[in-house]
């Protein structure tokens, strides 16, 4: 599975969470690591072995599909060629964000997320109320061909007013999870992501 991960592309995304906040930038995984990511999530869906996505935290999580209608995996290192591509695409982005923007990223969480036809994702942010580790939020998509009018568009909500994403397959997304909130539009067609977190270190809270 070739990796497309050479600094060059990362670049821009560094520059963009530097000066805004956040990052949209289309291209970024190959077509070939794309369509194995999405095929992998089809057949772990096909297996049954996504669960409906939750909320919250310790005793407060909960399923709430008022809130988010997904159903998720979360990535292991060694799941499979292309899960372990990706991991090593995001290493190298977290490197490169603590060497040039001196985050601090210590690790990473992923997990496949599958929205149904007409699922959302209420306007959020990522951090959760009692754990700040979340600092930086990527969402990188794997829905080939995708359509405006399909919907399913991730809306982010800037200060300056609303941007809408198209989750077009090869596609990535990069935010401050603390600060830009957002959601997911329903869509008519299945919509398939790999959501994910760079974290800090933990402040003892858990
Ligand atoms: C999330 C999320 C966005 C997307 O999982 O927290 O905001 O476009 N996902 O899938
Ligand atoms: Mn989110």
Known sequence: MTTPAESSLLEPIIDDLASQGWSHQRLVLSAELTAALAAECRARAAAGSLAAASVGRGEGQ???????????????????????AYLALMDALRQQLNRELYLGLE???CHFALYPPGAF???????????????????????????????GALR??????????????????VFL???LPHEVLPA????????GWFRRRGSGSI
């Open 62 to 84: 909960q399923v709430r599909e008022g809130i988010r209608g997904d159903r998720i995996h979360w990535l292991e290192p060694g799941q499979s060629a292309a899960s372990d």
């Open 107 to 109: 690790d990473f969480e």
């Open 121 to 151: 994702y209420q306007k959020h942010l990522d951090r959760f109320r009692d754990n700040d580790r979340r600092a930086v939020s990527v969402v990188a998509y794997l829905n080939a061909d995708w359509q405006p009018e399909q919907g």
């Open 156 to 173: 982010l909500h800037l200060a300056d007013g609303e941007h809408d994403v198209q989750p077009e397959g090869g596609s990535l997304v």
């Open 177 to 179: 999870s603390a600060e």
């Open 188 to 195: 008519s067609r299945e919509r398939l992501s790999l959501a």
